[in-house]
């Protein structure tokens, strides 16, 4: 009791495996019967499903069932910033009283961290958060990163079969979000990169985002090479 659980809030990163609605539910009565503390992590809004309202069920039901949480996002993925570290961090407190307690230690840990951040980065979100008209084309702009990612997963499940991989490549879209974990084994790993080039995690996981209409043939062709 009273210790915090991480929670990604959707394209779980590495396994690419999300809970569904219901099983979000069932976690949510858990962590308040356990006295848990929630901490969501939400560094894919938009990505797993395409839906930005869609991919924020989990946070939006613990909130609901009255739990206080703790969220870090970042708009590094989803609004294209990686290079400006921009994000926010939100702490749901019962009363104005504990908010200002948290807010004074918040600053005390921020303060030797990074003091004062650029203002640029946290502009460009705001913007594009406020001005409807770049929100709507953010959002399709989302959306279709999401089904680009989905349709690299087609066709390197369809490669891999077009191979004559007799292996159950099913996983890679099952899976949901940016990664993927593939099966493959270490040795199999260590094989692809040294004989194909082909860089990725020693557990197999590859960025589905890295997967282009130009390489994706080219990575089956690896994978089955390897893991034949």
């Known amino acids: 009791e009273g210790s915090i659980i991480m929670l990604h809030a959707c394209a779980h990163n590495p396994t690419g495996v999300d809970p569904t609605q219901e099983q979000w539910k069932e976690l949510s009565k858990v962590v308040k019967e356990k006295k848990l503390l929630p901490f969501f992590d939400m560094a894919y809004q938009g990505f797993a499903s ?14 609901a069932d009255g739990h206080n949480i703790l969220l870090s996002q970042s708009y ?8 400006e570290r921009t994000g926010a961090f939100t702490v749901v407190c019962k009363d104005k009283e504990e908010a200002a307690r948290v807010e004074s230690q918040i600053k005390i840990i921020v303060r030797p961290l990074y003091s ?13 958060l406020v001005n409807p008209e770049i929100r709507a084309e953010w959002l399709v702009d989302v959306k279709t990163m999401a089904d680009r990612i989905i349709t690299m997963r087609d066709k390197l499940q369809a490669g891999l079969a077009r191979e004559g991989s ?30 194909f080039s082909v860089y990725l995690t020693k557990d197999g996981r590859i960025s589905v985002a ?7 043939d080219y990575l089956a062709h690896a994978m089955h090479a390897v893991t034949k």
């Open 76 to 83: 590094s993925k989803n609004m294209g910033l990686y290079g």
């Open 50 to 63: 395409g839906d930005v309202d869609k991919d924020a069920f989990a946070v939006r039901q613990f909130l």
């Open 210 to 216: 890295g997967i282009s209409s130009t390489n994706v």
């Open 166 to 195: 007799t292996k159950n490549w099913q996983h890679i879209t099952d899976q949901i979000g940016m990664f993927c974990f593939t099966g493959m084994t270490p040795d199999q790993v260590e094989r692809i990169t040294k004989e």
């Open 116 to 128: 004062n951040p650029p203002r640029h980065g946290a502009r460009i979100v705001t913007e594009i």
